[in-house]
């Protein structure tokens, strides 16, 4: 069972940045597993923020944050973190972050993820 805890979100004005975290707990390690992160605003459906391989070396980004928010992630730490930056208020949602199995191929799709976090509220006025 792969715990997950996401920790960072909090509201700030148009323009701002947060870093949100996620962190596996316990004896989970995510060190070899694909990371996504995803939102869902009231009354939408959960949509695709961005994912990152295993390794490290390949990440992908929706569209509506691309070139805004980037994903790292510290093996040492056992954490993945979404830096998010030039908020707007559209970007108001619940960050959710999740996990594919060992050594999978990152996904865009949201079924594809096994285990999820109870994500974490950002809020962003204008």
């Known amino acids: 069972q792969v715990q997950l805890v996401e920790s960072g979100g909090m509201s700030v004005q148009a323009g701002g940045s947060l870093r949100l975290s996620c962190a596996a707990s316990g004896r989970t390690f995510i060190s070899n597993r694909p990371m996504g992160w995803f939102r869902q605003a009231p009354g939408k459906e959960r949509e695709f923020v961005g994912a990152?391989?295993?390794?490290?070396?390949?990440?992908d980004y929706a569209d509506s944050v691309k070139g805004r928010f980037t994903i790292s992630r510290d093996n040492a730490k056992n954490t993945v973190y979404l830096q998010m930056n030039s908020l707007k208020p559209e970007d108001t949602a619940v960050y959710l972050c999740?996990?594919?199995?060992?050594?999978?191929?990152?996904?865009?799709?949201?079924?594809?993820?096994?285990?999820w976090g109870q994500g974490t509220q950002v809020t962003v006025s204008s």
């Open positions: 999740a996990v594919r199995g060992i050594y999978a191929s990152p996904s865009l799709k949201s079924a594809d993820y096994f285990y």
């Open positions: 990152m391989s295993w390794s490290g070396g390949w990440a």
